[in-house]
């Protein structure tokens, strides 16, 4: 049965960053797990860290996270691991991240190691694989005139909705700039400054998949 709408919220949810078991989060000490589903058997990312070749890790903090110091922060990773042993978390993962800037540079309004994190944990769960798929299938669940919105919370998503949207034969892209949050909501919920949200509307039902 098509839908009037789809929504997709992709940020990772306040209750996975606030509790220290699930490992997405540097402010309290936790396993290095990452994994949206800890039931499964996926890979940790103590073990992505350790398995990973220095130029490969190096590349996927780069590409994922958009860190300018990913050489040198891949070089220290694999010089202190192996982080798979159960004995140091998140906290020590950010604080040999950190120990990578200059010590200007490690105590501002964004922690030194974000950007690392946000890139293991998009490699862990294979975010932008699941979205690419999102964007592919959900067109067809929508009815003529339906429309698909979606929230994103950094660049790497936000450049892949954009771009989807656009070359998507079966929508119309609604507003040409994303919606973004105003001031006061910045300020009551500082996590929404970085959200972006994007609209499409659904055409003609006859329309097959963009390739």
């Given amino acids: 049965q098509p839908v009037v709408a789809v929504l997709a919220d992709l940020g990772v949810s306040s ?18 797990d990452m994994r949206m589903n800890t039931e499964g058997d996926g890979e940790t990312a103590a073990a992505l860290i350790d398995r990973l070749e220095e130029n490969a890790l190096a590349d996927l903090l780069f590409h994922y996270g958009e860190e300018r110091l990913s050489r040198r922060i891949a070089r220290r990773l694999k010089t202190e691991g192996p982080w798979d042993d159960g004995e140091r978390g998140t906290a020590a993962l950010a604080y040999a991240i ?21 890139a293991l ?13 999102l964007l592919n ?3 067809n669940w929508l009815e003529p005139g339906g429309r698909i919105a979606v ?7 936000d450049r ?7 070359a998507d034969e079966r929508l ?9 949050a105003s001031e006061q909501e910045a300020e009551a919920n500082p996590r929404a400054r970085s959200a972006k949200l994007r609209v499409a509307q659904r055409l003609s039902a006859e329309l097959e998949p963009a390739q």
Avoid: M, W
């Fill in 137 to 139: 299938d959900a067109p």
């Fill in 151 to 157: 929230i994103s919370f950094h660049s790497l998503e």
């Fill in 121 to 133: 944990r998009i490699a862990v769960n294979d975010e932008l694989g699941v979205l690419e798929t």
């Fill in 98 to 118: 950190a120990g990578c800037y200059p010590p200007k540079q490690r105590h501002g309004r964004i922690h030194a190691a974000t950007r690392s994190f946000q």
């Fill in 160 to 166: 892949l909705v954009k771009n989807r949207f656009k």
């Fill in 15 to 32: 209750h996975q960053l606030d509790v220290p078991e699930r490992g997405f989060s540097f402010r309290a000490d936790g396993p290095l």
């Fill in 172 to 180: 119309r892209v609604i507003s040409r700039k994303p919606l973004i």
